[in-house]
């Protein structure tokens, strides 16, 4: 399962991974918590901005971090910061963009046909194809009866999904990738658990599959609503839980962005346990337990056997 996260990167890093337009720099986050506003890639024009806003309050809001954040936007509208370069590297937009072109006058390279685009041409297709907003991490459950308190659903098992009818339509309409660097699962040991902090082993940002769904009728400025999907676990984070959040490989982002794409059998394929070779995993402080706790030495490690990763052993 996936009980919190984290996302450091920065805008920069997030941008030419995930081949999105960010507007501004990113706070790094150590310990995302369920109910919070996180950052997601879902395709361009989904979900619709909020119909209405509750009385007195503007569009723009708080997010955990204290900056204010627009419901269908990240972070605050303007010129784009960040944009690929043809080279795929990461550069910082001038103040204001460059005069167009005449495009009689400036003939595309000849590399540059329908068949060959360029790697501009992708990156542009990418970033113009995905879009990068605020949802609220769970689904509202509705409470079973009066006085007992309602439930948030944050995960969702990937075979859960493929198959059970509500959740099915959710998979082939409402798919989003949830933006992440790594995440922690708890072991269980007696009667209390200790947490492990997940990552890959280069650091790198990835992808955690999930589902989204519009806010109620009935309070439509709400933010959207998401959940992380989970796999069985792989053999590294196997004798920590059974479970572990569906992250998912670059080559399959675009399949999984792709609103056109409801085959189940091939997104199916994508919900694998993650390469054990990718990921490492270390024991950590039990201070991130506490949802209010959101500082880096949320990943110091400590003094218990840290879980090695797979064929650690065979590279030193």
Known sequence: MCGRF???????RVAGEFLVILWEPLPPRYNIAPSQAILVIVP???PAAPQSLPPGQSQARASPSGQRISPN??????QPQFMLSPSGEI???AESPPAPTDQAHSPRPETASPNRPTPMDQAVRAATDRQVVWMQWGFRQTAPSAGQASSLLINLRAETALEHPNFRRLLEAHRCLILADGFYEWEKIGSGSLP?????????PFGMAGLWRP?????????PECVVLTTPANALLRPIHDRMPALLLPEDYALWLDPEQQDAQKLGQALQPYPDELLEAYPVSQRINSADYDQP?????Q??????????????
């Open 196 to 204: 492990y902090f997940v990552h890959r082993w280069d650091d790198r």
């Open 297 to 301: 030495d949320c990943l110091q490690p």
């Open 215 to 223: 806010p109620d009728l009935a309070q439509p400025w709400l933010l």
């Open 6 to 12: 984290t996302l450091r990167a920065s805008a920069e």
């Open 303 to 316: 003094n218990r056997p840290r879980q090695r990763r797979l064929f650690e052993e065979e590279e030193e």
């Open 73 to 78: 936007r990240v972070l605050i509208s303007g």
């Open 91 to 93: 550069g910082r937009l």
């Open 44 to 46: 361009m024009g989904q």
